[in-house]
């Protein structure tokens, strides 16, 4: 069995980080209806702004709304304005292809991506 990536939201820009709240991060539905994620799952959340990572667990966030929202703890370790890449694996024994989604600076879908490991990606503003 291998742990393989199932879900990824590239380039995502953190919209709000509250300490207070008791945990977890808050995804837009469209996202994560995009890539196949579930309320609950276990993500790996990584700061391509800092390097930072951690791991969590999605709530939903309003459909169409472009909330990236870190609650919790972790909003020690990753704040609003950071751009992130949201990750989810599976354990199977089988290949497995990824849903893979660049999102632009107000968290839309703009690209579905392949995964090579040449491939570079600019964000258009």
């Known amino acids: 069995m291998r742990s393989l990536l199932r879900s990824k939201i590239h380039l995502a820009t953190v919209t709000e980080a509250n300490v207070d709240y008791v945990g977890s991060i808050t995804i837009d539905r469209d996202l994560i209806d995009a890539v196949g994620l579930w309320v609950g799952e276990k993500v790996l959340v990584v700061s391509s702004t800092t390097g930072a990572r951690l791991e969590t667990y999605v709530i939903e966030g309003e459909r169409g709304s472009g909330t990236i929202g870190i609650n919790g703890a972790a909003a020690h370790l990753i704040n609003a304005g950071e751009k992130v890449i949201i990750m989810a694996f ?9 849903k893979m ?8 879908v703009i690209q579905n991506l392949a995964e090579k490991a040449e491939m570079t990606v600019s964000v258009p503003e």
């Open 90 to 98: 599976e354990i199977t024994d089988k290949p497995v292809e990824p």
């Open 101 to 108: 989604v660049l999102v632009n600076k107000d968290n839309e």
